[in-house]
């Protein structure tokens, strides 16, 4: 798993790819997030376009994702899963508290 960041009208965009199986890249994410919070960067996307796989941990660390920034007064959405990985948002209902996009795009422009 790897991430990288890049900014979309004032909108902090995380790439993530590889799979999402929690462990060390729950403490790297945590610590992009808080670099990003000093940076006064509080509207985040998350792209799960390059993401294949999922799991409980994985899905732990988005929401743990999105927990650090609504604390400290921003917001996290998610862009762009596949089919199989959006499933596990919607049947665990983790859709009902983080918002899922198809694009990022989509997912950018709902922030204005």
Same mark, same amino acid.
């Given at each position: 798993?790897?991430?990288?960041?890049?900014?979309?009208?004032?909108? $902090?965009?995380?790439?993530?790819? /590889?799979?999402? =199986?929690?462990?060390?890249? @729950?403490? %790297?994410?945590?610590?992009?997030?808080? !670099?990003?919070?000093?940076?006064?960067?509080?509207?985040?996307?998350?792209?799960?376009?390059?993401?294949?796989?999922?799991?409980?941990?994985?899905?732990?660390?988005?929401?743990?994702?999105? $927990?650090?920034?609504?604390?400290? /007064?921003?917001? =996290?959405?998610?862009?762009? @899963?596949? %089919?199989?990985?959006?499933?596990?948002? !919607?049947?665990?209902?983790?859709?009902?508290?983080?918002?899922?996009?198809?694009?990022?795009?989509?997912?950018?422009?709902?922030?204005?």
């Amino acid at each position: 798993m790897k991430f990288s960041t890049k900014e979309m009208h004032s909108v $902090t965009v995380v790439k993530m790819e /590889g799979n999402m =199986l929690g462990g060390p890249e @729950a403490t %790297e994410l945590n610590s992009a997030l808080h !670099k990003l919070l000093d940076a006064k960067k509080k509207m985040i996307v998350v792209d799960l376009a390059d993401v294949q796989v999922m799991n409980s941990s994985g899905l732990g660390m988005l929401i743990g994702a999105a $927990t650090t920034m609504r604390n400290a /007064g921003g917001n =996290l959405k998610i862009a762009g @899963a596949a %089919e199989k990985v959006a499933q596990v948002f !919607k049947i665990t209902k983790v859709s009902n508290v983080i918002e899922l996009h198809e694009t990022v795009k989509g997912a950018v422009e709902s922030y204005s």
